[in-house]
């Protein structure tokens, strides 16, 4: 497959509509999500960094800070009302894990179509947890996240915790919905974007949940 041909091909199929990026911390959200955002023209939202530079709410940076994931209903205040912002209007909106919590997906969902960016796919970056420790330690030595409240060693397990228990349900909610396209989080970026790209390419000549 040309791989512009094969880009076009998604473009065409994802019009102004979203493709939300699943996976465990560590996994490379944000990395292929700026990836896909730059091949498709769109912009990458990520529902972490809206949270984490609202500094206004106190509430907020406070559970962030511990690792938690904020409630239902601030999550509708803050997070929902971005989606409809006019610049990102007619543009494919590639969403870093956007509407995580269990409860929260049937919220996204009804938010995306609102907007224009309705749902096309979710894919989930898979890594076991074995895996996200091991980046977390060589992350700590290449001081390559910043200074990140939530990246220590004691709020990570609180993390992993949350995920199992609070997350994995809205990637099986999507899962049975025939949403989801998972790929192996342990390749390389390149790797994985072309995993990610070749299961995209798939959904759009198939024609699937437009």
């Not at 939202?45 to 907020?60: F, P, V, W, Y």
């Not at 192996?184 to 390419?201: K, N, P």
């Amino acid at each position: 497959m040309n791989p512009k041909m094969q880009i076009q091909t998604i473009r065409k199929w994802l019009g102004s509509g979203s493709i939300n990026v699943f996976g465990m911390p560590f996994a490379g959200k944000d990395t292929q999500g700026r990836k896909l955002a730059e091949l498709f023209g769109g912009e990458l939202i990520s529902g972490g960094d809206i949270l984490r530079h609202d500094q206004g709410n106190a509430k907020i940076q406070e559970i962030m800070a511990a690792g938690g994931i904020i409630p239902i209903e601030l999550f509708e205040e803050v997070v929902v009302p971005f989606l409809s912002r006019p610049e990102l209007s007619g543009k494919p909106l590639i969403l870093s894990e956007v509407g995580r919590q269990d409860g929260e997906e049937k919220v996204i969902e009804k938010a995306t179509k609102a907007s224009g960016h309705p749902q096309k796919a979710i894919v989930y970056l898979f890594l076991e947890a074995e895996e996200v420790w091991r980046r977390f330690e060589e992350s700590k030595q290449e001081h390559d996240r910043g200074n990140r409240q939530d990246d220590k060693s004691e709020v990570l397990q609180t993390r992993i915790n949350n995920y199992a228990q609070k997350v994995v349900p809205v990637i099986e909610y999507y899962r049975n919905k025939g949403l989801l396209l998972q790929v192996d989080g342990r390749l390389t970026r390149e790797e994985v974007t072309q995993e990610v790209l070749d299961d995209l390419y798939r959904r759009a000549t198939i024609g699937a949940h437009d």
